[in-house]
């Protein structure tokens, strides 16, 4: 995840802005940047690479100034070099931001035409651009932030200078987190309270889709309608040995709402939205000559792999095999040229995973990895390395990791397809345009919180739950079912909708809730007439599906939780957020540990 710090103060920052920066190095970057305006003058430095590569450029070449803004950056758009590093500039403004601008081709578009001259190949420049030419129509500071901020689609957050007013930090957040800090004759931005910990303890969470302009003695924050808002300071007990939970109860909770940020900043290491195609890191071997593809893994990865089993099928049209990682050695797998198994693992040390990885490689398998620790042991003895940005996840139920591993498995998908000869230009352009609106998608997802809280005491009663769904929405299920079980200790079961009626249908009865994931689409149809079934036997069912789909079957249910209506493609990410918040609050509404669930570990390194 990338780290944005900004200071307004009496007193020079360039020093402090990097030791914010260090202080979130925990989140991942490959460039590193800061700006700072002294004597009418907007200066920056860049590097790629560690922070000790730009403070070696600061060390050539100081910067002076009493406001700032600095950025350690994951790569989206753009590969990690100087000229893509942030901050970005124009003549009168300088800009960092996390995230992804899901329109910023037409908006690019929109500023090369202007006649402005674009020096790298972000989106976050094109919005410093929208802004430069929004002063140029007269706009002030606070009006150009506010008109521009309503022309973006995704998911962001920025930090904002002015060269013509050097005493004023603007900062805006939609689907990733900003904090404000309050020091003495001095205000501070950053993307979490630990950046801020050197500085301050007195912090308050900006709430979605706030702005805000800070300066050295105030914070005037605005909500997304530009109205003054405001938003309590509370007491901080970040330290540099905790990554907190901000303004959240729980890490789990945390962890579910980053979604959108770090799903975006995993697409962006893999898609490239202005050429609209896939890019893999490093291919060591053509994946032309995949015949066969064995996925691998443990819990909640190998729902992730069944997702892409859909996928691979789909757009590559290999065959797939779906593999317990726990399993995979003991029944003496059949290897075959031309195979190529993909290992999935948050941590990169899971040891099921890992020993059944040695395994194929030793059986000349081709081999790949799906993996959060770039450093593990998993990572460094594969041969393709397909890393997720999630950043840490220290709930033990897989959140933000399990849909950042479903973001790399679907441009995987792409990427052989297009390999293989199955997917051409076009078809690679649209899915690739898809996978871009998943960030704003999940972000709406989040919307459907109230939903599931109101729902949750009920469920919480019961004894028995059961998931449904067709399609990939079946490894959903399996996943609600398997998060469920996993902080609430509810037993709970996931099934292919079309299963029901092959036995497991003789557990409906009216203290059986049935959770049934039935998105608008192809399966739809089949997977309510499923859900009809039930109901008919007086199980009480919860509708997960999107505004067409409840208009025209949610009568009778028990709940329906709508979701955004999204190309089949993308739905599993979104069915995501509301199967993970069902469990979150059915297991507060219970009373249970939500973030270190009995018997469990984050990491299982033992077989």
């Known amino acids: 995840m990338c780290g944005i710090i900004g200071i307004v103060s009496g007193e020079a920052v360039a020093d402090r802005l990097i030791d914010g920066l260090r202080r979130m190095e925990y989140r991942g970057y490959d460039s590193a940047g800061i700006a700072t305006i002294h004597d009418g003058v907007m200066d920056r430095r860049r590097a790629p690479g560690k922070l000790a590569n730009l ?33 970005h500039a124009t003549e009168n403004v300088c800009l960092v931001h996390n995230g992804i601008i899901e329109n910023f081709k037409p908006l690019r578009e929109e500023v090369l035409k202007a006649g402005r001259t674009l020096s790298s190949d972000t989106d976050t420049e094109v919005v410093a651009h929208l802004l430069e030419l929004a002063l140029a129509g007269g706009a002030s500071p606070d009006e150009a932030v506010a008109a521009t901020l309503k022309r973006l689609h995704g998911a962001f957050s920025f930090a904002i200078l002015f060269r013509n007013h050097p005493g004023l930090i603007y900062g805006a957040r939609r689907g990733s987190p900003l904090v404000v800090g309050m020091g003495q004759g001095e205000m501070f931005l950053g993307s979490d309270a630990l950046g801020l910990a050197p500085f301050t303890n007195r912090i308050a969470y900006l709430d979605e889709g706030d702005w805000v302009r800070l300066t050295a003695d105030s914070a005037q924050i605005f909500d997304a309608e530009d109205r003054p808002v405001a938003r309590g300071f509370i007491t901080s007990s970040a330290s540099a040995a905790v990554i907190e939970k901000g303004n959240h109860r729980h890490y789990m909770e945390k962890e579910i709402h980053e979604q959108p940020i770090v799903v975006a900043q995993t697409l962006g290491a893999y898609l490239d939205p202005l050429a609209e195609t896939v890019a893999l890191p490093g291919l060591p071997y053509d994946l032309a000559d995949v015949k066969r593809v064995q996925i691998v893994a443990c819990g909640t990865a190998l729902l992730a792999g069944h997702v892409a ?4 099928e789909q757009l590559a049209r290999v065959p797939v095999s779906i593999e317990n990682a726990s399993e995979y050695r003991y029944r003496d797998p059949v290897y075959e040229p031309g195979g190529l198994c993909l290992f999935i693992s948050q941590s990169g040390e899971t040891a099921d995973t890992l020993a059944a990885l040695r395994h194929a490689q030793a059986g000349g398998q081709m081999v790949a990895a ?10 460094r003895e594969t041969q393709l390395l397909l890393p997720t ?22 441009a995987f998908a792409i990427a052989l397809g297009k390999a293989k000869g199955r997917v051409d230009a076009a078809q690679e352009a649209r899915l690739v345009h898809l996978l871009t609106e998943v960030p704003a998608a999940m972000n709406a997802a989040l919307k459907c919180e ?38 609430s200790y509810i037993h709970a079961e996931g099934y292919a909708a079309g299963e029901l009626k092959h036995g497991p249908i003789a557990l409906i009865d009216e203290h059986v809730p049935v959770i049934v994931i039935a998105p608008s689409g192809p399966r739809f149809e089949k997977t309510v007439s499923n859900m009809q079934e039930i109901m008919a036997r007086g199980g009480q069912v919860v509708l997960l599906s999107d505004a067409d789909g409840i208009a025209t079957h949610g009568q009778g249910t028990m709940a329906a939780v709508a979701l955004p209506a999204v190309d089949p493609f993308i739905s599993p990410l979104v069915s995501a957020i509301p199967v993970q918040l069902l469990a979150y609050h059915v297991a507060l509404a219970k009373g249970t540990d939500v ?3 009995r018997n469990l570990a984050k990491s299982v390194t033992v077989e």
């Not at 999630?390 to 897989?398: D, L, N, T």
């Not at 599931?452 to 399609?471: E, M, Q, S, V, W």
């Open 55 to 87: 403070a070696r450029e600061l060390a050539l070449a100081p910067l002076n100034g009493n406001i700032g803004i600095a950025h350690t950056r994951w790569a989206t758009h753009g590969a990690p070099t100087r000229d893509n590093a942030h901050p």
């Open 450 to 487: 109230d939903a599931i809280t109101a729902l949750a005491p009920n469920l919480a009663k019961a004894r028995d739950i059961l998931y449904i769904g067709r399609g990939p929405d079946y490894p959903m299920a399996l996943e609600g079912a398997l998060k469920l079980k996993e902080i």
């Open 309 to 312: 089993s859909y996928w691979l």
């Open 595 to 597: 973030d270190q669930p």
């Open 370 to 379: 799906v993996v959060n620790v770039t450093t593990s042991t998993m990572a």
């Open 389 to 410: 940005h999630a950043g840490p996840e220290v709930g033990v139920a897989s959140t933000k990791a399990f849909t950042c591993q479903l973001a790399v498995l679907a």
